[in-house]
């Protein structure tokens, strides 16, 4: 490492980060270095190879956003990833010198986009026992793996285990929004500026104020999932689906208000106000702080069925004409107590409605194929290969082009899942897509790791939008703002 270049702990920096214009982090001077003056021409210094100092040069164009565990953040350009050793490598054009953060300080890096190829369209989806999210296309499975062709990393060999569902066609898949991954494509009033925050995959605030987001593609059935979280007494909020009003929980659209130990169902119009289809009690909400709530909603036949923490609590019907011609969702907070959403998804629904008792979220005990129609069946999933599946049921064995299947859920008897490691890096892809691995480093724009689902693997840095490192640390114990309430 160059004699000039300093390593920083989460607690001391180097001074030039106070003079950053956009004055997000202060920190003090470990020794006398000052920063450049106003407006001066800043560049890396010369690392002993030359050409090093030439490749960094142009990533100072970069805009990525690096994050502390202490809630600190410096705009600049990641350089480079040694778990190992000098920790992460950062850039500022107010520096002279490259600075090292040591690696158990960081909480992500925000990535500006970078230069990448290869991205297909038409790819698989696939979902992993610890929730990852890979692309591809399917080119085999048998009984021990599925061999996944992807463009960010080759071939790759998944450990069938690992496997929880296969969306063998995007086109025809019932996902249409998972999220949130920012505040970005979230519609506020204007009052409402700074009173939402993003971190962390979730949605955090402390006000009364709404926060809403158009679907693309909002199906007429749809299934729609969320997790609350609240930090004093009991939930009090607003969500509203079919909504054309994206600022309030009104407007033209339908709302469950949750209330105390309460949850009612309402139907809004512009012309003809509020009127309360529906409410029902749930008790366990004066014993817990969070839950998960999963609507399915059928827009044409004015059909609802609302289920919590994966039982069936309540199913509706609306005789009236429906109101929520909107593709709308809000959420909209009835008081300033601390409050979260996270783990949304909006999903096609095939109409096929639990009965009250059930629960939703059980694991299968058999492979199940759901087709374009709709049609569902149960069995065993044998292989893939030639853009077949062949699966066996109890009355036939069955070659099921794999054009005709919406996805794939694979029986839960057999799986197992992959252990944490305390390099753990979580990437998210800057498409739809994240993937989990014990990070080996980062270096001149490639990210390389292993996973027990699929090897050693080496990605383009290029492919993602955001990194999160300590991904398994005691958040409520290091970041009080982003407690799980």
Known sequence: MPSRMKHVTSWTAAVFLAAIACGEIAVNIDDGALPPRPGASVSPPPPSNGKDAERLRPALKRDDRLVLINGDSLRGTLVSVDPAGYGLRWI??????????????????????????????????????????LSGRLMTLDAEALSLDTWYAGPLTIQRPMLRTLEPNLATSPLVYQGPAGLERWTLADSARGQWMYKNGALYAST??????????????????????WQYNYPSFYFSFFSDNLTSYSGNCYALRVNGTSVYLYRFSSRGGSQRLANINVQEFSQQRNATFRLLADRKERLFTLLINGHVKGRWSDGSAAPGVGNGIVFDPENEYPFKISNITVCRWDGTVPTPGDDSMQETEEDTVRFVNEDKVSGNLQSIADGNATFETSYATLEIPLERAVRIDMSSRTTARARRNR???????????????????????????SSENFGAIEMPLGAFGLLEFNIYRDRSAEEADEREF
Do not use: C, W
């Open 208 to 229: 009364s104020y709404a926060i809403g987001k158009g679907i693309e593609g909002m199906p007429d059935k749809v299934s729609i999932q969320f997790d609350a979280a």
């Open 92 to 133: 500022h054009p107010s520096a002279n010198d490259p600075i090292d953060f040591a690696l158990d300080a960081v909480a992500q890096v925000k990535l500006d986009e970078r230069p990448t190829s290869g991205r297909r369209a038409g790819d698989a989806r696939i979902t992993l026992t610890n929730d990852d999210l």
């Open 423 to 449: 390099t753990d890096l979580r990437a998210h892809f800057a498409t739809k897509g994240v993937v989990t691995v014990a990070l080996t480093g980062i270096e001149r724009d490639v990210v390389k790791g």
